[in-house]
């Protein structure tokens, strides 16, 4: 039988040119901004945010695609083509060596590392003003969801940690070449700084608790922590915060994951 016809390294191109200056309008963009672009592609929207920012560094990781865009946009001084892996990118040194003291990312992301992708530039959150990310619809709504809710889990509570992203603007398969089997959304994220409570430089200290706390789906919160912490403290800790000892992580608010790891983490 026939193999069905994957397009290598997540490359669905954003054919709709109304959905591309759709997608640009809803970023935000400053003319001051240095935008780290995630997968230029053909370049199709590049130019749309160069013409809204001070400077845009492409890191594109096929090489063939990354000589076309340099090819492309050689005479264009405020677009630099990266042939690089993004996971293995170091988004604060190319911030440092535009002299920024921030920037704003902006992708439409490979989806087979949609996640591995969102972990890395969390890494970066303070070298990050802003995101817009289109990424499938479902995780977006995962990133944006609400505690209680289907979609609410642990991306949406690390996200959480850094900004309020919000679901910008929903993109059907038809509008890219190849269409994906999925329905695609830009998520738009204004970072902030992590809650004071965590602690300075304790964010990947939080990073492992969330996993703890959201490591078995159908568990009691309290069975997981009672995994790494005395059982009777985790009861107590549940308690002071009116949490019912039989809720799921998927109950709990940000604010109350970090109430608990403050509390049983000092
Ligand atoms: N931005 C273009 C557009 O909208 O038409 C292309 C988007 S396409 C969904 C994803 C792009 O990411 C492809 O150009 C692909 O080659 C590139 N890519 C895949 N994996 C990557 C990685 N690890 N680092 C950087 N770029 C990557």
Do not use: W
Request: aromatic share 8%.
């Amino acid at each position: 039988m026939p193999k069905p016809r994957r397009p290598k390294l997540g490359q669905h191109f954003l054919a709709d040119v109304r959905y591309r200056s759709r997608i640009v309008q809803a970023l935000g963009l400053r003319p001051d901004d240095l935008v780290i672009e995630i997968g230029p592609g053909h370049g199709a929207i590049t130019p749309l945010v160069a013409a809204q920012a001070r400077q845009v560094a492409a890191v594109e990781l096929d090489p063939a695609l990354a000589a076309e865009l340099q090819q492309k946009f050689q005479q264009e001084p405020r677009v630099e083509v990266i042939n690089a892996d993004i996971l293995a990118t170091d988004l604060a040194a190319i911030c440092r060596r535009f002299q920024a003291r921030e920037c704003f990312i902006f992708g439409n992301l490979p989806y087979y590392i949609t996640s591995p992708i969102i972990h890395h530039l969390l890494e970066f959150a303070g070298s990050i003003r802003a995101m817009g990310l289109l990424v499938q619809r479902e995780v977006a709504e995962r990133l944006a969801a609400r505690p209680g809710s289907r979609d609410y889990g642990y991306l949406t509570v690390l996200a959480g940690l850094y900004a309020s992203p919000h679901v910008a603007l929903e993109v059907p398969p038809g509008a890219f070449s190849p269409p994906p089997k999925v329905h695609s959304a830009l998520v738009c994220f204004e970072m902030h700084s992590p809650d004071a409570r965590i602690g300075r430089g304790r964010e990947r200290k939080f990073q492992t608790f969330l996993k703890q706390c959201f490591a078995h789906k159908r568990k009691k919160l309290l069975n997981c922590l009672a995994e790494a912490y005395p059982r009777e403290r985790v009861e107590q800790e549940l308690e002071r915060l009116n949490v019912p000892l039989k809720a799921r992580a998927e109950q709990l608010s940000l604010n109350d994951f970090i109430s608990l790891f403050s509390n049983l983490c000092p």
